[in-house]
């Protein structure tokens, strides 16, 4: 007899960091340029895991891991993040789990608006996140790097 897996949802652990950085990697083109030291996903990790990994999120199939997402609220808005999913396994509906994921727990927290930024040159990206409800909010975003990396890289 054969069972057909099923997709759960769960916190990131430790011990997921190999197949997370592996699925960035290959979800992520900017992560495999070394050009951009901002760019880190072990630090990106280290810092999630540092505030608030419980909004960091990985989807498993058949003890896979096979999408990740984050989220982060700050008492006025909420923030998603590093929405991936494993380009073998797109178009199965994963990515709309994840998102409605996050959505339900910081609804539950209270949050009253979730945000989100793509980039620019993603274009395609936009027709995913308007069939969730999204919408372009009529707004300049700003960004400015801070730390080590201020003055080597771009705020993007
Ligand atoms: C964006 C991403 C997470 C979507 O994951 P997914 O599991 O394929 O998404 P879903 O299967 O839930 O897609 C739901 C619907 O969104 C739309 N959609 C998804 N990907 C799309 C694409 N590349 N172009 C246009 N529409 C798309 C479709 O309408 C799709 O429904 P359909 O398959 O019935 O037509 C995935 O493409 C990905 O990992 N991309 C690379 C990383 C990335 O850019 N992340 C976003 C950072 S802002």
């Known amino acids: 007899m054969t069972t057909s897996p099923t997709l759960s949802i769960r916190r990131f652990d430790a011990r997921d960091t190999d197949a997370v950085v592996a699925l960035w990697q290959q979800a992520f083109p900017e992560y495999r340029d070394a050009t951009r030291p901002q ?15 419980e909004l960091f999120f990985v989807a498993v199939l058949d003890e896979r891991i096979v999408g990740t997402v984050m989220g982060g609220y700050d008492g006025h808005r909420g923030w ?13 509906g994963i990515g709309t789990r994840l998102v409605a994921h996050v959505e339900e727990v910081l609804t539950s927290l209270g949050c009253p608006k979730l945000n989100l930024q793509i980039l620019s040159a993603k274009t395609e990206l936009r027709g995913f996140y308007e069939a969730l ?11 400015k790097r801070l ?6 890289a771009p705020a993007a």
């Open 39 to 53: 760019r880190n996903p072990h630090l990106s990790i280290a810092n999630k895991l540092a505030t608030q990994p």
């Open 80 to 92: 998603m993040y590093s929405l991936a999913v494993d380009e073998a396994l797109r178009r199965h």
């Open 133 to 143: 409800g999204y919408r372009a909010d009529a707004v300049v975003s700003l960004g």
């Open 147 to 152: 730390g080590a990396l201020a003055d080597a």
